[in-house]
């Protein structure tokens, strides 16, 4: 079963390399708004065929963004939201899973599983979880609404919101009908547009699915993006151009992540990339690197 990765240092100077890290919980205070990321586990991606428009030399170029094997260190988890009592849930991680490396995969190992016990960490009862918000149906998003292995999901009375054109278009996602059907009668579909919960709306913008979404959270004069899988790596704000070989529609996607960066580079405006190594909050900066983490 593949372990939690060590954090690598950055080459020469001892200093842990957070762009090629798993994350750990983080959270931040937006006005009113307590958000908070919620680690389930990690998956490599390795970086040619991840983005398959990318050549050796590119990467070669950019080698801080790859751990020891070479890979992309992609972390997995959920964003929570908590306004006072009452919390949301935005992704469900992939679940308590485990998948070795195959040679004849875009991915290398993975591992789930810590999302129940993250959100202990963060002394928030799952049960007491009102709603989870999906950005897109891939496997990684909603693993612990209906986990794979029969395992009882700690989310069960929690309702599921998920974009219309998402839930209409969900064969398309790849997901095994059979988990999706585990969840299926709890699913509320969203409008773009919608408040799903104190400050937070929702934003369809396609792309990397039919019916991607990405919440927009506001509070306190300050807003958050969290974009779900319309960036993958950090390195995407540099180079928006690079589509995913998952993504459903790369032109699309490509175009939305253009917007995404613009709107990243407002000082009021944070992003949360779930997949961003261990660097998921930050801004949009000119020049390169482009993506600038926000302390914690």
Known sequence: MPGTPSTPSTPGTGTPNRLAAEAGAGTIRLGDLTISYVPDGAVELKPRVWFPGTTGAFWAARTEYLNTAGNLVASIGGLLVEHGDRALL????????????APDRPIGALHGGALPASLAALGRDPEAIE????????????????????????????????????WEHRALSGTDPAALEGFAARVRTTADGEEVFPGVRVRTTAGHTAGHTVYEIASGGRRLLAFGDALHSPVQVDHPEISAVADHDPELSADVRRSLVAELADPDT??????????????AVPGTPGWLPEPR
């Open 90 to 101: 935005i992704d469900a991680g992939v679940g308590p899973l485990a998948w070795p490396d």
């Open 131 to 166: 709603a989870v918000a999906i950005t897109h149906l891939h496997v990684d998003h909603i693993g612990w609404l209906a986990p794979a292995t029969g395992a009882p999901t700690p989310l069960a009375g929690a309702e599921v919101l998920v974009s219309a054109s998402e």
């Open 270 to 283: 944070i992003g949360f990339g779930v997949h961003f190594a261990d660097v998921q909050f930050g801004r």
